[in-house]
T-cell receptor
Framework: QKEVEQDPGPLSVPEGAIVSLNCTYS??????FMWYRQYSRKGPELLMY????GNKEDGRFTAQVDKSSKYISLFIRDSQPSDSATYLC???????????FGAGTQVVVTP | GAVVSQHPSRVICKSGTSVKIECRSL??????MFWYRQFPKKSLMLMAT?????????EQGVEKDKFLINHASLTLSTLTVTSAHPEDSSFYIC????????????FGQGTRLTVV
């Protein structure tokens, strides 16, 4: 069993819809959770960072962490074609160590 | 967010030669840097973790003598692919974390290596 599970998609949504992404994990020691967006042939770009459980909102993006269920989510409101990319979740047990990444979910927002 | 610069963005080299990739943190001190390899439409595969001033820690299955990592300063880490072969062709990405500050990891732009 992988430490971090993420559905690779692709996930296709019409423009303006809400994109819902999630990851599950098995290591209860994870405390730091991140979501990255990666366009083709580019390095990942940090979207959201959350420490421990709770919600965080930044513009059209909302990240949720439920440590009791070992489940994290990313919601993108009012999706745009420019949101079409691969979204990676990442998590770490400490503030300096390596991350575990999900497989990445490919999102396609159609005009 | 913090900026991590990776250079070159693209390189083509002949089999048997060595290639050096640089990763720089521009506005913070990166006590830890990570090197990843990514195959098309696949997630990131961690190759090694480097800490400033000490030897890198390689993941299982990664050849230390082939992928030389140096983290000589708090803002620079290098990955040298030695005696490159076509199967080394891939997208290599570095990321950096600041132990004393932000706990997020920021990524470089990536380097596409093609060995011919």
């Amino acid at each position: 069993q992988k430490e971090v599970e993420q559905d690779p998609g692709p996930l296709s949504v019409p423009e303006g819809a809400i994109v819902s992404l999630n990851c599950t994990y098995s290591n209860s020691a994870f405390q730091y959770f991140m979501w990255y967006r990666q366009y083709s042939r580019k390095g990942p770009e940090l979207l959201m960072y959350t420490y421990s459980s709770g919600n965080k909102e930044d513009g059209r993006f909302t990240a949720q962490v439920d440590k009791s269920s070992k489940y994290i989510s990313l919601f993108i409101r009012d999706s745009q074609p420019s949101d079409s990319a691969t979204y990676l979740c990442a998590m770490s047990a400490d503030s300096w160590g390596k991350f575990q990444f999900g497989a990445g979910t490919q999102v396609v927002v159609t005009p | 967010g913090a900026v991590v610069s990776q250079h070159p963005s693209r390189v083509i080299c002949k089999s048997g030669t060595s290639v050096k990739i640089e990763c720089r943190s521009l506005d913070f001190q990166a006590t830890t840097m990570f090197w990843y390899r990514q195959f098309p439409k696949k997630s990131l595969m961690l190759m090694a973790t480097s800490n400033e001033g000490s030897k890198a820690t390689y993941e299982q299955g990664v050849e230390k003598d082939k992928f030389l990592i140096n983290h000589a300063s708090l803002t620079l880490s290098t990955l040298t692919v030695t005696s490159a072969h076509p199967e080394d062709s891939s997208f290599y990405i570095c990321s950096a974390r600041d132990r004393g500050g932000a706990t997020e990891a920021f990524f470089g732009q990536g380097t596409r290596l093609t060995v011919v």
